[in-house]
């Protein structure tokens, strides 16, 4: 059984779509772009936000890029982060998870300064050996790059490790790094997409992921 557990954070641990979809709205409507719905805002909520923006603007207007992280971040830091909510049993499983003896981490593609405010305000913190994101600048929002930078720093054997998220990215930079991977389906990406990327084994909720790493069922 994996002793080292890295979890995602949007879309795994914590639901921030209200959050996220608004503050891409917000900058969209700040370089006067027609925004799309908050609906179809959706898809772009997990990867890193450099990439959901080049693919929202298009290469034509990829100098705005720049421009469009700083606007959305304008809103996030100051009320968006704050506009999610704890999955049903994320709580009381990362608990049992980190009572078990397993170690514990976020890995997040979110900078990492975003990330430990939202794990600390919702009361997570603890259960956390740290909290592993992006830079504010881009360097390791890609998940292949930041899960490779977690195993150096803390000197983690690939073989040891769980890779815990929602979307292809955290598949697909766990198993480059030789970590498994475990596809959670309460979140932003679908069971097709995990499937496709080549999740480990998939999970219908947090209670359920836990049962299965302690062997309940």
Not at 127 to 153: N, P, Q, T, W
Request: proline share 5%; glycine share 10%; charged share 20%.
């Amino acid at each position: 059984m994996p002793r080292h557990l890295f979890f995602d954070l949007d879309g795994t641990l914590t639901d921030s779509r209200l959050g996220i979809t608004r503050c891409l709205h917000h900058a969209l409507v700040g370089l006067s772009i027609p925004p799309p719905s908050l609906e179809e805002l959706t898809r772009y909520v997990g990867p890193p936000l450099h990439d959901g923006f080049a693919a929202l603007l298009g290469p034509e207007r990829a100098e705005l890029v720049p421009r469009a992280v700083e606007l959305y971040r304008e809103r996030f830091r100051t009320v968006g982060m704050f506009e999610n909510a704890v999955y049903p049993g994320v709580e009381s499983s990362l608990q049992l998870l980190a009572s078990s003896g397993r170690t514990l981490w976020v890995v997040t593609s979110k900078p990492w300064v975003f990330a430990e405010q939202i794990v600390e305000h919702f009361g997570l913190r603890r259960f956390f050996a740290k909290v592993y994101g992006s830079e504010l600048s881009g360097v390791r929002s890609d998940k292949s790059e930041l899960i490779a930078h977690v195993l150096a720093e803390e000197s983690i054997d690939p073989v040891t490790a769980l890779m815990i998220g929602d979307r292809s990215h955290d598949v697909t930079g766990a198993t480059r790094n030789g970590v498994r991977t475990a596809g959670v389906l309460w979140g932003y990406g679908s069971r097709e997409e995990l499937v496709e990327a080549g999740a480990g084994t998939l999970h219908a909720s947090m209670t359920d992921l836990a049962g299965a790493l302690l062997g309940r069922h």
